[in-house]
């Protein structure tokens, strides 16, 4: 029952955070698709830089599916055994967030617009600000795992 109860919770948790991240698309793409006389009728509104997604974006994103493959490998590692490919699994992992979180950063310093700056700025940094805090609560979290690893607290 509380194996049930966990797992019933975790999906929760993540229906949650779907909804939670699909509400900043809907505020995105409803602005785009229809921009309002208030911001001129334009997408993106007037004044407004926007980031080409080929440079930064696209490496953060190639980072990103990176991490996701090396844990992925991790997790086939520890139910496999094999606690050394696992540990490397994880480090590889944490070192792709914190190149993550770090180029996310240099994104914010250098962003030719600010979140005052209309509805695109406010969901800009709304958006990837709470994707940066979740990297970086996942950070710990697989520090933590990493660290578990090591005192040998997880079995196959």
Known sequence: AVQQGLRMEMILFIVS?????FAFFWAFFTSSLSPVFN????WPPAGIEAISPWGLPLLNTIILLSSGASVTWAHHAIVGGFKKDALL???????????FTGLQGFEYVNAPFAMSDSV????FFMATGFHGF???IGTIFLFVCAFRLYLDHFSR
């Open 39 to 42: 911001i001129g009728g334009v």
């Open 89 to 99: 699994g994880l480090v590889i992992t944490i070192i792709f967030a914190v190149i």
């Open 120 to 123: 695109y700025g406010s969901v």
């Open 134 to 136: 979740h990297v970086i």
């Open 17 to 21: 955070e779907i909804m939670f991240f």
